[in-house]
């Protein structure tokens, strides 16, 4: 951490962020997993997540949990990320890139609309 | 891989596996010397001086989903086709730190790629663990800069705001990707 004067910007943003998640109230629980194993990372997970996250941050959506898992054993569709989506069944796509990836952010996280493409059967 | 950011993001992976608690990582860029070293430092759970020597064979994994590992041994050819290498450091139930080094100028050395989206990736991802990034850079004319980053600061000022709230998110780029911008001016990747 650079300065203080940062950490004191951060104070803000945090009450802004307080203020928002008040007023618009996130669509129930909702959890984007991206997989970054050795493979995930290689075929261009991180890109995957850089555009998760960049969705999450130009569409100010808010309660949204992103975390990771390592290989889940199908190499060959990675790059790889599951929704799930409040207390409905995980879904897992492949080949994630980042057009997908935000295809899948705006039609499944914030619209509660599983996509039909790129599902894998797990 | 491509760039040694997703390296460092790999093996970071393998510091979070281990279960470790913190999990330092090192960017020297040392212009002067003509050299690039990385490292991920963990207090994870470590290996033992067999299981040392074995991950260093592409043909070793503990994972079981599949049969090869080959993160540490892509990192080790990247580094030793730059003449440089790989140090290993483990010890059973302490952590493990692994370093890669580089001849900065080497023709075959991949470029250090996105650290910024790295270091972003890692701290939204695993929040319960405490983070410290520290990217050096020594110019040729002696200058150095320095952007150092320690978590802890960030998340106790956060209190129970995640990381992930879009406000949040859009600070800890903004001030990542400023202060990396500001370290190298001249520094041509």
């Known amino acids: ?122 | 891989m491509r760039e040694i950011a997703l390296h460092l993001l790999d093996i970071a992976e393998n510091s979070v596996a281990a279960e470790s608690r913190n999990i330092r990582m090192d960017v020297m860029e040392d212009l002067h010397r003509d050299r690039l070293t990385v490292s991920v430092v963990d207090d994870g759970r470590g290996m033992s001086a067999e299981t040392a020597k074995q991950v260093l064979n592409p043909f070793y994994t503990t994972r079981t989903t599949r049969k090869v590992g080959l993160g540490i041994p892509l990192l080790k050819l990247a580094a030793e086709q730059t003449e440089g290498e790989l140090t290993l450091q483990t010890e059973k139930g302490k952590g493990t730190r692994i370093e890669a080094a580089f001849k900065h100028s080497h023709i075959d050395r991949m470029p250090l790629g996105d650290i910024g989206t790295t270091v972003l990736t890692l701290l939204v991802s695993y929040p319960h663990i405490h983070w410290e990034f520290c990217y050096q850079v020594k110019h040729k004319n002696g200058e150095e800069k320095e952007f150092a980053l320690d978590d802890s600061e960030i998340k106790s000022t956060l209190g129970d705001v995640p990381l992930t709230e879009p406000d949040v998110l859009r600070f800890l780029r903004g001030m990542i990707e400023e202060e990396i911008k500001s370290l190298a001016p001249q520094s041509v990747f």
């Open chain 1, 1 to 122: 951490m650079p300065a203080i004067k940062s950490l004191e910007e951060l104070k803000r943003v945090r009450e802004e962020a307080l203020a928002k998640k008040q007023m618009k109230a996130a669509p129930g629980n909702v959890q984007v997993i991206v997989a970054m194993g050795t493979c995930g990372i290689a075929a261009g997970a991180r890109d995957t997540m850089k555009s998760v996250l960049s969705y999450i941050e130009t569409q100010n959506l808010s309660g949204v949990t992103v975390t990771q898992t390592g290989c889940i054993g199908m190499c060959e569709q990675e790059p790889i990320l599951q929704v799930i989506f409040g207390d409905q069944a995980k879904v897992t796509y492949g080949k994630v890139n980042t057009e997908v990836a935000e295809q899948i952010m705006r039609q499944h996280v914030q619209g509660g609309m599983p996509l039909k493409d790129h599902v894998l059967p797990i």
